[in-house]
């Protein structure tokens, strides 16, 4: 029996990277997966990939900033597979390059909007579902930089310390409701965003900080996920598990 066999899950900002991977490897592993992002080509560009892969899958398009397309989400996933087991709560973004004295509040705003508010909107509404349904498990995509800073991006840093504590405090609100909440702290991945933004050069430099002297891949941090989104994890929550070629060890 596949790992998720007759579980519904959810990822948002499913139409690429760590994201798509993700939703790849639920699909693999037997689950009905809900894909969500901004991206209406990229999103059901996932999908047709599951698909042709003889997975299930179904694109709903939603801004994972807002609070109310949050619980649109939840309530499609359910009108669509009748309940909600899993989420990876992916969704999120960089921000500008500046140093905490130069960013401007609205760059601030937008960054922590998606970032953390986001993950607090999805979780909200994810929470409440995965009650009546009797149990689930919520996964939140952080950052190595929930741990150590990330000089020039003080709002994403900032975001991802917050993402760690919220998923703790979900943890230990809902243990006693079969109800588990991890996070993943990626250190660099290369995915399509990376490679676009960066020369040859510049990718070899992040690499090198890295024990491992490589960057990561989309479905190494797919398959963490995916372990602690089943009950191969029965006994994990509230922890913050990174993968990062041993970046943050030294």
Known sequence: MSLLENKVAFVSGGGSGIGRAVAEAYAREGAKVIVSDVNVEHGEATVKVIKESGGEAFFIKGDSSSASDNKRLVEETVAKYGRLDISC???????????????????????????????????????????????????????????????????????????????????????????????????????????????????????????????????????????????????TTGSYIIADGGYTAL
């Open 89 to 235: 709560n992916n969704a999120g973004m960089g921000g500008p390059a500046k140093p905490t004295g130069e960013y401007e509040p609205e760059e601030w705003d937008r960054v922590i909007g998606l970032n953390l508010s986001g993950v607090f909107y999805a979780c909200r509404y994810q929470l409440e579902q995965m009650e009546k349904n009797g149990g689930g498990s919520i996964v939140n995509i952080a950052s190595i930089h929930g741990q150590v800073a990330a000089p020039n991006s003080p709002a994403y840093t900032a975001s991802k310390h917050g993402v760690v504590g919220l998923t703790k405090n979900i943890a230990a609100e809902y243990a006693l409701k079969n109800i588990r909440c991890n996070a993943v702290g990626p250190g660099y991945i290369e995915t399509a965003l990376l490679k676009d933004n960066l020369n040859k050069s510049m990718m070899d430099a992040i690499a090198a900080k890295a024990p491992m002297n490589r960057l990561g891949t989309a479905e190494e941090i797919a398959e963490l996920v995916l372990f602690l989104s089943s009950e191969k994890s029965s006994f």
